[in-house]
Nanobody, 122 residues
Framework: QVQLVESGGGLVQAGASLRLSCAASGRTFGSFAMGWFRQAPGKEREFVAIIPSIESRTWYTDSVKGRFTISRDNAKNTVYLQMNSLKPEDTAVYYC???????????????WGQGTQVTVSS
């Protein structure tokens, strides 16, 4: 069992930066692929970024490439999402997820945090 707790969301102006953190419980954090997903009102949950269990190849949705960076610190059981040059369309609830499969599909992930709100004003 893995419990995930996100933090770092907030209200910012367009162009600002935020860093989201996701702290995981459990001793098997290092064996999970981790992902960040987001869901805006009235829209489906969408993939933002994923990182495999051993940090190597990461993957991003096209709309955040070059602006967002996902990373992990297995010693701290934490995954991060550095978000730069934020845009109003980035406004959503951001969720971190853990799973055994390195996938962009949210259904592939077994464990989810409660989400953290990111609001970007224009």
């Amino acid at each position: 069992q893995v419990q995930l707790v996100e933090s770092g969301g907030g209200l910012v102006q367009a162009g600002a930066s935020l860093r989201l953190s996701c702290a995981a419980s459990g001793r098997t954090f290092g064996s999970f692929a981790m992902g960040w997903f987001r869901q805006a009102p009235g829209k489906e949950r969408e993939f933002v970024a994923i990182i495999p269990s051993i940090e190597s190849r990461t993957w991003y949705t096209d709309s955040v490439k070059g602006r967002f960076t996902i990373s992990r610190d297995n010693a701290k059981n934490t995954v991060y999402l550095q978000m730069n040059s934020l845009k109003p369309e980035d406004t959503a609830v951001y969720y971190c997820a853990a799973g055994k499969t390195y996938s962009t599909r949210y259904r592939a992930y077994d464990y989810w945090g409660q989400g953290t709100q990111v609001t970007v004003s224009s």
